[in-house]
Antibody, heavy 120, light 108 residues
């Protein structure tokens, strides 16, 4: 079955960077785009960005444009999300989510989430 | 960004009740709306997409409707496993995808 498995929880200091991985299985990896979404405690979901896994091109939310980089390693069926210049308000659960149907931006499935804590 | 506003923010209901959750977009999004269910400590699950299309494997007691700015998610007869938080999402203005603030469905 289609499955996304994310890397484990991270604790970072303000100003540092974090790289979260998302390993996909159960489908042709290059055929579907991948999104990254986060949820801070008590907040709504925030869409961060997207990668066309087949071509490698990306689009980012304006809110994160200057700090986020999404990449992929097709040989490892893995997508990565790198967030730099971390601040305490970046403390959140970070999810990768595959597009359900091509070019539709509906998310299914989601990874299990990676908790990133930013604290001095 | 398009703002998605859900109402109510929380609702209490009993098993067997019919529940309706609404989502209003700050501008028209055609039918580019999805609904997700999230249980504590779990990732969200896609229930409805394109405003009214039921995702595979989702029980038929869930339904969605709407277009333009106003959308609804209806659960026709609540089951114990339906108590969760529900979110709407618009995908009309890619790459500016936004979510509602969530509606918590609690047991009365």
């Amino acid at each position: 079955q289609v499955q996304l498995v994310q890397s484990g929880a991270e604790v970072k200091k303000p100003g540092a960077s974090v790289k979260v991985s998302c390993k996909a299985s159960g489908y042709p990896f290059s055929d579907y785009a991948m999104h990254w979404v986060r949820q801070a405690p008590g907040q709504r979901f925030e869409w961060m960005g997207w990668i066309n896994v087949g071509h490698g091109n990306t689009k980012y939310s304006q809110r994160f444009q200057d700090r986020v980089t999404i990449t992929r390693d097709t040989s490892a069926s893995t997508v990565y999300m790198d967030l730099s210049s971390l601040r305490p308000e970046d403390t959140a659960m970070y999810y990768c989510a595959r597009e359900w149907e091509k070019l539709t931006n509906w998310f299914d499935p989601w990874g299990q989430g990676t908790l990133v804590t930013v604290s001095s | 960004d398009i703002q998605m506003t859900q109402s109510p923010s929380s609702v209490s209901a009993s098993v067997g009740d019919k529940v309706t959750i609404t989502c209003r977009a700050s501008q028209g999004v055609s039918r580019w709306v999805a609904w997700y269910q999230q249980k504590p400590g779990k990732a969200p699950k896609l229930l409805i997409y394109a405003a009214s299309t039921l995702q595979s494997g989702v029980p038929s007691r869930f339904s969605g409707s709407g277009s333009g700015t106003d959308f609804t998610l209806t659960i026709s007869s609540l089951q114990p496993e339906d108590f969760a938080t529900y979110y709407c999402q618009q995908a009309n203005s890619f790459p500016s995808i936004t979510f509602g603030q969530g509606t918590r469905l609690e047991i009365k």
